[in-house]
């Protein structure tokens, strides 16, 4: 399984991303957390993306191709979840290249509606205490990702490996349905 969750944020990628690894032994790449921790550990490279991340700005491509690619290439063979990464075409394009026969293959969008995200954000901020998820930061993410994630979902439908889920449900029934879409594919040997 290389699998790309696509959704924005408050989607529920990283949730859903988790219970997929933990059933099918993929690994779970999320890039939020790996940003986080190196933020939290006060490394060069947590410093440099800090303030990006406060203000809901997307990290820099290469940045995010230096910290995801090696983690893509130590997973032999390759089987792995990822979870905010790529977020725009170039991205992906560009992912596709360099991780060549372990590029992803298949992307799946987790489709809520925007007044629920909004809600789900909320929630998160006041239960983890997120300071990229005040009111906000929420708003400017989500259009963020109006404009520069969602042509995301026309690239990976144009070559063939978009599929979409509804996602607005319980957790655990989206992640059932999730299980039911990949064994379709062929790409989940069990169920959730």
Sequence with gaps: MRLVLIGAPGSGKGTQAQLLADASGARHIATGDLLRAEVDRGTELGQQVAPLLDSGAL?????????VLPLVRAEQPPHYILDGFPRSCPQAVRFDELAGSAA??????LEVPRDELVQRMLRRASEQHRSDDSEEVIRHRLQVFDTQTSPLIDHYRADGRLSVLPAGGPVLQVAAELARLLAGLSMLGRTV
């Design 104 to 109: 992803p293959e298949r992307a799946v969008l």
């Design 59 to 67: 990290v820099p491509d290469q940045t995010l191709l230096d910290l």
